[in-house]
């Protein structure tokens, strides 16, 4: 039965994985046939597969769609082909022409970027020139099917893009599903006083970097395309704000991960029913937080709830009469609601008015 529900789990992600990457693959169809018209119909090249080799692997099945990436990548195809043709127009076919031309394209594209793939991807395109027949049309006509293709990537980037915004609201939500079970997890440390626990999940927070790594990579990327794309650009201001979300959240989880290793260091075992109730209700505005996401109007009532914590978070009346060691940890919570409240949309001067002064 395990192994039945493991092939189960592995076929639904698959299904998963394909629905996920269907407006991509529909890209790549549309943006390949129109290449290959162009080179074809329009400037009559017989067989111009330089041009769908380029717009292909220039636009890729990946989720960093951005229009920098995507001529970065027709770029180096582009180089690699041109480099080829040189070569075969100065010295002909041969083996020796052959090496020559992989040399070629390594080098040039190597110092044109620092991306490591980009060689690699030069010099296949360059090899398969250098491999096959010289065309009809005279020289350079793969090098002009290449820039076809290249150009056909970017204009299909504008004008038929894959919504990158539905992948960013996807990595959000993985980030915040993680980020709301380690606090939900740290409500029960304290409420029960189980400081192995807490160990435990500081493991869990640490593994929260590449969470909020990809959700940034991925706003990065519907940002760049809706400043080229007529059809998102109305999504400009959303996504800037979602980006101060994620600047913020980024903060938020260091400071989480602040907090669950004193957590995992406090002397005794022993429940902190104080600490549990402002952890939770953390927890409980955080998850509000990530339902924003779909739903902004939620921010305000976020912000409010935020700020019902903020104004108790002086140790001297929040925890009166307890160890430094448990004062530290209102203390560094201070800084993570800060952050969440600029993650909700709050100035950040703003947020910072709405902590007790603790220094008198």
């Known amino acids: 039965m395990p192994d039945a529900g493991r092939f189960g789990a592995e076929v639904r992600s698959s299904f998963d994985r394909v629905g996920s990457s269907l407006p991509a693959i529909v890209q790549l169809v549309v943006a390949a046939t129109v290449a290959y018209s162009v080179a074809h119909f329009v400037l009559g090249h017989q067989y111009p597969i330089a041009a769908v080799m380029v717009t292909l692997s220039s636009l890729g099945l990946v989720l960093d769609a951005r229009p920098r990436r995507v001529l970065e990548l ?5 180089v690699g082909i041109a480099v080829s043709e040189v070569i075969l127009l100065a010295t002909g076919q041969g083996l020796w022409q052959f090496a020559l031309t992989i040399l070629a394209a390594l080098v040039v594209t190597r110092l044109l970027s620092p ?3 980009l060689p ?3 010099a296949v395109q360059g090899s398969l020139v250098a491999l096959m027949p010289l065309p009809e049309g005279g020289p350079f006509t793969r090098t002009v099917d290449a820039l076809v293709g290249g150009a056909v990537a970017i204009a299909c980037t504008a004008l038929l893009p894959r919504d990158p915004r539905r992948a960013a609201r996807r990595e959000a939500l993985k980030f915040f599903s993680a980020f709301n079970a380690i606090a939900a997890s740290l409500v029960t440390v304290v409420r029960i006083g189980d400081r192995a626990t807490a160990e435990m999940v500081l493991g869990r927070a640490r593994d929260t970097q590449g969470l909020i790594e990809q959700w940034r990579a991925s706003l990065d990327s519907a940002a760049a395309v809706a400043r080229i794309s007529p059809f998102l650009r109305r999504h400009r201001a959303e996504l800037a704000a979602l980006q101060v979300m994620q600047l913020h959240m980024d903060h938020a989880t260091r400071n989480l991960r602040v907090v669950t290793r004193r957590l995992s260091v406090l002397p005794g075992d022993r429940a902190r029913p104080e600490l549990a ?3 939770a209700g953390i927890q409980s505005a955080t998850s509000m937080l990530a339902q924003s996401i779909d739903r902004p109007e939620l921010r305000p009532v976020v912000r409010q709830s935020l700020v019902l914590i903020a104004i108790t978070l002086d140790p001297r009346s929040l925890i009166p009469g307890q160890p430094y060691s ?20 709050m100035p ?9 002064d603790i220094t008198t």
Do not use: F, K, N, Y
């Open 74 to 78: 027709a770029l180096a195809v582009t």
């Open 115 to 117: 991306v490591p793939g």
């Open 120 to 122: 690699i991807l030069a």
């Open 277 to 279: 109730e402002v952890l």
């Open 326 to 345: 448990e004062a530290s940890i209102v203390v560094s919570l201070r800084p993570l609601v800060l952050d969440l409240l600029a993650a909700s949309g």
């Open 348 to 356: 950040i001067d703003d947020a910072r008015r709405t902590l007790p």
